[in-house]
């Protein structure tokens, strides 16, 4: 039953209920897939004894109410997981195996899935090729020398290997919607205050959100269903209802007006990717869309801005790595000196340098120059979002500037680096949802997506959106398994 | 009566001097749960036995806001006659410290929940008021303990997230006993309110002072000096002295002040330097991410202010207004909740005067000498009030209520039935006094007659027999009147 690990999530569990096979068949066809895909360093953490035992559990007792009954599922390993190492892609926490389960993943496993494993991830989420992690590169399985994206790079890579039927990730600057687009896959970032941040390891976060990540956009509304709700121990949860995505989800968007923000159309775009945008203009127009030209005049802004805000939360949030409590603890003469080896050694350089850029753009003086205007700018930015989207459904770009790059291409120049992320990043800066759709293919047949932005708690309309283009893109996982 | 004025002045050697002084009081407030977890908050519990994974900032843990400390916190400005602010925000307050878990204090820098205030202090010299500048909500951090091990030191994280009230004075102090006085009232306020405990020794009420001097007549303030961790009132009353006679040394001979952060040493009697101004931390303050900006509702500030007890001072002029009493009783009586609580206890079925001259005078002595405070004291309320509805009614004289007042404080007895027991009632039937008068007049007939030949200073001398005979019962009034009557 090897190909069982090439189903969709949807037809995994559809096959389970209908027993044309087990959990445990399920869970061991993704194991085995796993086991042999050692190459591209998905995993940091195998949990492939307790699936197994979760999938006999099941299969015993054959409870098919949750929304993801039998389903093994492996996540970014920014998520504590009970009595599972978590890591967070860091030395400092290379040893910390917390004693709760954060809400999210809980959730997963209240719906009947269970875990399969930890994915590999940039350090404490930092990075756009997962390059940044101290247990080393993720490969895309594009291309042997190609990153995956990041910073949920293991999590896109396993899942486009079909390591794991669906996984989530966590995106606090395009860190989900960059990998999918770089791997073929889907990604949502949903709204600010959707998913539960309790549990995550934080990086910046006034913009972190968990979402799914999956093979198709079915898939995504069903995991994106199944994560998501109100969390009391987050503050910055919104109580609103989780509405029933997946039986919501329709590519009928007759009528439907999608904008076309100008100042997307950024200089040195590559053609190929002004070819797919306007391919997904076309594929949308076919399913009766009606697109408008629209400006979102502060976007040049949003990524400056971005580079403080997220450096500026995360230095302090990293703070608590110190080496009294938990995780690393380097030795040393007195506190002081203890902290100072301890950090020095259990943080990794791009780490390092957004904890710098952080405490500079915060220390007196600096604060309002920095800190303050970049607050102000996030405002004009999502000021323009909720301008733009008086006239318009959703809000229709390119995911990334480019497709995968390879590895080791941008390791020495962070700017460049950066520059992935400027069409995803000023959505988390106005806290919006929005959806990363494979819709075609580079010169070097490597995987291209486009990004659709939709209004707060308004994911139902992106989701339908990309169905919509899905539909028309005829994409299909069209890479040779070399690995294997 | 002479008029008392303010005369606290260091008398340097060249100059006179004026001291300033302003509080940053931490009050920790009586919740049962900390400000951002759920976690107990009881004293003295055995280390790091009050701490959950936000205590002790585990990856991932996020702070929710206990609303009941923020209704604390409103309260007590509101006992502080302060504005309150409809939006504050909480910030991280970021420094590296074994006992801050977090790596930063959650509290609040440029909008406090609680505004300008005012307390009103009464000194012997008049009323002083002193501002306030604001309240604000913060975390407390844990403690670090280095005397327990030889090589490493040790780190109780039960007092992690506590909350506390900084409440921030202006610079409005000009002496010890004007600090003094100022804590206590603070303290007062919040246990009339029943926001914090004020007990100091626990360190549920600590304060840093701020102290500076000026040249009497100066208008500008001079640099001023922080001094930490001074925890009961007499060390602070003693740093603040010592601080300004070190500073008064300084600028006589010509020196400057440095603004620094000091130490007092409460074995050597002065204030070290901890650290200067640039050595000062950097707190790179910013508001918290994982918290929302605190919006109140004016209709819970209102039901929160209709909830609040009698004050200290609206007590104080209750009592002046409606008992009589003077502004020097009612301060005393106002001065703790459980002083005002037990006098009430008492007044509800005896005379106020009466009742407040026992309190102050008989009470106040009994527990002064056996080292008790009212809410330990030997004779409860509705004993005494017993106690003083006999005097004013006659029944037994003041001279041996004093007596019953002692036999009283052995168990709590019940001053009716020692009175009865003892047959200690007053004799107060006119037939029956005048049947002793008329027995010592006629025991005294050479007395008698010196009396109304003009020794007039002989009718002390019949009241005194009469009483003996009386086995001291007889109401003296009467004994006055018929004697009197009697040697007509």
């Known amino acids: ?484 | 009566m002479t008029e008392i004025k303010f005369d606290y002045f260091i008398n340097g050697e060249k100059e006179k001097w004026e001291v300033i002084i302003g509080l940053e009081v931490h009050a920790q407030v009586l919740s049962k749960s900390k400000l951002f977890s759920s976690s107990p908050t009881k004293f003295g519990a055995e280390p790091n036995t009050q701490v959950s994974l936000v205590d002790s900032a585990f990856p991932g843990m996020l702070p929710v806001i206990n609303q009941f400390c923020v209704e604390q916190s409103i309260k007590t400005g509101l006992g502080l006659n302060a504005k309150i602010n409809l939006n504050s925000v909480f910030d991280r307050k970021n420094y590296f410290y074994a006992d801050l878990p977090q790596g930063y204090q959650i509290s609040q820098y440029k909008n406090p929940i609680v505004g300008e205030g005012e307390v009103v202090l009464d000194m012997p010299y008049g009323t002083k008021k002193v501002g306030i500048e604001r309240l604000h909500l913060e975390q407390d951090a844990g403690k670090s303990i280095h005397d327990m091990d030889p090589d490493n030191s040790l780190v109780d994280l039960n007092r992690s997230g506590i909350a506390l009230m900084e409440i921030v004075s202006k610079p409005d102090l000009r002496s010890p006993e004007e600090v003094n006085s100022y804590i206590k009232k603070l303290r007062s306020i919040m246990r009339y309110i029943g926001t914090c405990d004020g007990n100091m020794q626990e360190g549920s009420l600590r304060a840093d002072v701020n102290v500076s001097v000026r040249k009497v007549g100066d208008k500008k303030f001079g640099t001023r000096c922080e001094i930490k961790n001074v925890n009961s009132i007499k060390f602070m009353q003693m740093a603040i002295e010592h601080e300004a006679r070190r500073q008064v040394e300084l600028l006589e001979s010509g020196k400057k002040i440095d603004q620094e952060t000091r130490l007092f040493d409460t074995k050597k009697n002065v204030t070290r330097s901890m650290r200067s101004k640039e050595d000062a931390h950097d707190y790179r303050y910013f508001p918290d991410p994982d918290l929302l900006p605190l919006h109140l509702d004016i209709n819970l500030i209102d039901k929160l202010k209709k909830e609040l007890p009698e004050l200290p001072d609206q007590k104080k002029e209750r009592f002046i207004k409606e008992h009589n009493l003077s502004s020097y009783e009612a301060n005393i009586l106002v001065s703790e909740k459980e002083i005002s609580e037990y006098y009430e206890e008492v007044v509800k079925k005896c005379d106020k005067k009466l009742a407040t001259n026992w309190i102050i005078v008989e009470l106040f002595a009994v527990l002064n000498k056996k080292n008790l405070s009212i809410s330990q004291s030997p004779v409860s309320a509705k004993n005494l009030s017993a106690l003083i509805k006999m005097i004013s009614s006659g029944k037994i004289s003041g001279k041996i209520a004093k007596g019953v007042f002692e036999k009283m404080q052995i168990d709590d007895k019940d001053p009716i039935q020692i009175v009865e027991k003892e047959g200690l009632t007053q004799q107060s039937d006119p037939k029956e006094l005048e049947k002793i008068v008329v027995k010592v007049l006629s025991k005294n007939k050479d007395k008698v007659t010196q009396y109304k030949s003009g020794k007039e200073k002989l009718f002390g001398y019949f009241v005194g027999e009469v009483m003996k005979l009386s086995k001291g019962k007889a109401n003296p009034q009467l004994i006055n009147q018929i004697l009197k009557n009697k040697l007509k």
């Not at chain 1, 919607?177 to 941040?197: D, E, H, I, M, N």
């Not at chain 1, 990363?436 to 047949?445: F, L, T």
């Open chain 1, 1 to 484: 039953m090897s190909n069982i690990s090439e189903l969709s999530l949807t037809k995994i569990i559809n096959g389970i209920k209908k027993k044309e096979f087990t959990s445990e068949e399920v869970t061991k066809s993704f194991i085995d897939q796993s086991k042999k895909s050692k190459k591209l360093n998905t995993y940091i953490t195998e949990c492939f004894e307790e699936a197994i035992k979760s999938a006999k559990n099941f299969d015993k007792n054959k409870n098919y109410k949750g929304l993801l009954s039998g389903v093994p599922i492996a996540v970014k390993d920014l998520f504590c997981t009970k009595n599972v190492r978590t890591t967070a892609g860091s030395k400092i926490l290379h040893n910390f195996i917390p004693t709760y389960e954060s809400t999210v993943t809980n959730n997963l496993w209240s719906q009947g899935a269970f875990l399969l494993g930890k994915l590999n991830c940039d350090e404490f989420a930092m990075g756009s090729s997962n390059e940044t992690s101290f247990f080393g590169n993720v490969i895309n399985p594009y291309g042997e020398k190609l990153v995956p994206g990041g910073s949920s790079g293991g999590s896109a890579s396993a899942l486009a290997a079909g390591l794991t039927p669906a996984t989530i990730g966590t995106d606090t600057g395009g860190s989900i919607r960059q990998p999918a687009s770089f791997t073929g896959t889907v990604g949502l970032k949903p709204t600010y205050g959707r998913c539960s941040r309790w549990g995550i390891v934080a990086f910046a976060s006034s913009l972190d959100q968990a979402g799914p990540m999956t093979r198709n956009v079915e898939d995504c509304a069903l995991l994106f269903q199944a994560m998501s709700g109100y969390d009391s121990k987050d503050s910055t949860s919104v109580d609103t209802k989780v509405d029933n995505y997946s039986s919501k989800l329709t590519d009928k968007v007759k009528g439907l007006k999608i904008g076309i923000p100008k100042e997307y159309k950024v200089d040195g775009m590559p053609k190929e990717i002004d070819d797919l945008w306007k391919k997904g203009i076309e594929y949308l127009k076919d399913a009766g869309a009606i697109v408008k030209n629209i400006s979102l005049p502060h976007t040049m802004y949003a990524l400056p801005a971005y580079y403080i805000v997220a450096p500026a939360e995360a230095s302090s949030n990293l703070a608590r790595y110190d080496g009294v409590k938990y995780g690393h603890r380097a030795k040393g003469k007195n506190l002081i000196e203890m902290y100072e080896n301890t950090r020095s050694e259990g943080f990794g350089d791009e780490v390092k340098r957004r904890i710098l850029i952080g405490t500079y753009v915060l220390s007196s003086g600096y604060y309002d120059a920095y800190y303050l205007k970049a607050q102000k700018v996030r405002q004009l930015i999502k000021n323009d979002f909720d301008k733009a989207f008086h006239d318009v459904d959703a809000i229709l770009t390119p995911s990334t500037p480019s497709s995968a790059f390879k590895i080791g291409d941008k390791t020495n120049d962070p700017v460049s680096m950066y520059l992935n992320d400027i069409f995803t990043v000023p959505v988390n800066l106005s806290g919006l949802p929005a959806i990363s759709v494979p819709a075609g293919y580079d010169k070097n047949n490597l995987p291209l997506g486009l990004q659709l932005i939709g209004k707060a708690f308004d994911e139902q309309t992106i989701l339908n959106l990309s169905l919509a283009i899905e539909k028309r893109a005829d994409f299909n996982k069209n890479f040779k398994v070399w690995w294997i």
